[in-house]
């Protein structure tokens, strides 16, 4: 097991209760806000409430649900119905529904308008904004909204305020951040007004907090209130963490119980939910804003281990921790760590594949770690076979150690054989470029699920067919990945230096000095950024040279991104990453860029020389660049050799994850979980 955070220190601050304006939360851990896509007619689903029963059953104190738009303008009718009473009945079954499950859990929601993010495709209508300005996260251009209609829409927020509180909701959050509507008259950023509601900072934060008033004069006095603010607006011309703070004060005044402080915008282009964005690196905006209000802080963004949320609790920078994708990744993660059992939390792993990704799709939010999220209704955790049967698993990669785990969690005697020492197959790889480590949380997780289970595993043994029908398998779940695809132009070239791309993401071969990478899908990207990373400055020494005043951190920064050697990306098609996930792979171009990778789009490699590579463009024109190393990344295909051996030995084989076709991990846990879970 390999671990670059995880210790094994109590988690007490975690759960530690706390009471504001009346409510109790038995412990320190908020499930924040989440559109899941599981109410496409805004009315609560069983898909819905199967998915927050278990997360209560899991022991977060608070569960805040929503985004719920408070009108059809500020969000459309997919997301959960905030905006008109039929929907009570249904929230109403919801809160007794997760109450049955445990009295002690508290229940909220997140009232929600997008303001200009809102898409008039969902909504029917032009967004409106404080003023007119265009957003690059939808294409959309808002209206800005007259003083005459604020009223309505701040009475839309309290009138859908009351009627969550009427379901028997315990509290309500304001969304305040990530550039929607409260935000956008809130910050300089696009907030152009001139009349009481623009200008100064007082005019500025005036919607907000009148919105607020008015939900105070609609729920009581004696019910909490959180909002939800952006932490700083990480956009160009927005609000700083300290101009947040001031927010927030004035937001604590008009009757704010509470804080959750995200990072920045939507729009950013500073990373917030990437595998790239280390743990808890936003608490600090928390910290700035508890330093200015009186009220509960609760710090967000990637916290996905109870260790980083106690550490922040620690040391004072906030009072909660809001946790939501790791909760879709193991909703039990609380119960765990109360328990001490940290080895076994399947930790969300910012991959983005499942959640995020889906969003954007209009699919379902599922989970590359978790099959079960989101489908909690259909795969049960009490199932056990009635007749155990001999299963072997071949390959530990992630789908073979998830198709063994569920087998034997099921009851069946399993049999896993692995070639090398080590579990993970193809995850290793894309655990090995800079910001992506966390898929080693994925490996981790296998390797003790594996390590506690009575899973015969045979490491560093390569399985032969007698071995296999030694065991008499009911089935064999063929795992055995995928290899690169060899180009012919790597074979009879006099360049010293042609590597396979796995091979430098391994560490398994120097490569220094200029570097061509053939093939700009997702490995040749993040095999570019590895190069490059390797070759940066280090962060601690980075840090060293600005604390001690050696360096300004202009010219550290400079430093840092200051290619030492030139690598160049060369892909056949207009688009590199093409195969990356759409939350991830901005974030990845913004990298290549920022490091200095020159790309080569709709170019053919023709040859690889003695001293370079031979490019054509799509127009036909030839070039030549000259290099030290040449790295092939032109995929992958399936390794089924094996696979047909025992087949043609009268075993029953299926075969799954890359081995069926090279994809994302989170199609090899899909298959492995489907393969057990079927037998
Ligand atoms: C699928 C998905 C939908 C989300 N929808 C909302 C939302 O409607 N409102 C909101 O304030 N945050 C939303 N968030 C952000 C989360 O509440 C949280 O702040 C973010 O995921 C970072 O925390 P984490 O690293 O613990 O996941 C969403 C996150 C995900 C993954
Ligand atoms: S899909 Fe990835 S990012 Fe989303 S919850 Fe699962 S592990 Fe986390």
Redesign the pocket.
Known sequence: VESNYSNNRPCEKLFEPITFNGMTIKNRIVM??????YTPTGEVTSQFTDFYRERVAGGAGLI?V??APVNVIGGGSL?LGGWDDRFIPGLAEFVEEMKKTDPDVRLGV?L?HAGRYAWSLLTGQQPISSSAVSSRYNKETPRALEIKEMPEVQQDFADSALRFKKAGFDTI?I?G??G?LINQFLSPAVNKRTDEYGGSFENRARFGIETVQRVRKSVGDDYPIFM?VAGADFVPGGHTNAESAEACALFEKAGVDAF?V??GWHETRVP??TMS?PRGAYAYLAQGIRNKVTVPVVA?????DPQVGERILAEGRADMV???????ADAELPNKAQAGSYRTIRK?I?C?QG??D??FMGLD?NCLVNFRAGREGFYSTTKKADSPKNVVVIGGGPGGCEAARVAAELGHRVTLFEQQDKLGGGLRLCAAPPGREEFYELINFHAVCLAESNIDVRMSTTATVEAVKELDPDLVVYAGGAEPVLPALMQNTKHPNVHLAKDVLLGNVPCFGDTVIVGGGAVGCETALYLSHNDQMKSDVAAFLIRTGAETAERVTELINEPIRQVHLVEMLPKVGEDIGKTTRWTMMLELRRSGIAIYRETKVLAIKENGVRIQSESGEEGFIECANVVVATGYRPKTGFAESLVAAGLKVQVIGDAASPRMAINAIEEGFKAAWNL
């Not at 967000?300 to 996905?304: E, S």
């Not at 809001?322 to 879709?328: D, K, M, S, T």
Request: contains cysteine; proline residues 0%; hydrophobic residues 40%.
């Open positions: 924040t806000a989440m559109h899941l896509n805040v929503g985004g997301m997140q929600y959050e969304v951040s990530a929607y939800r959750s995200t990072g917030q939910l964005v967000c963004n990637r916290i996905n809001g946790i939501a994708r790791g909760l879709i969300c910012a983005n959640c995020f889906h969003v939010v």
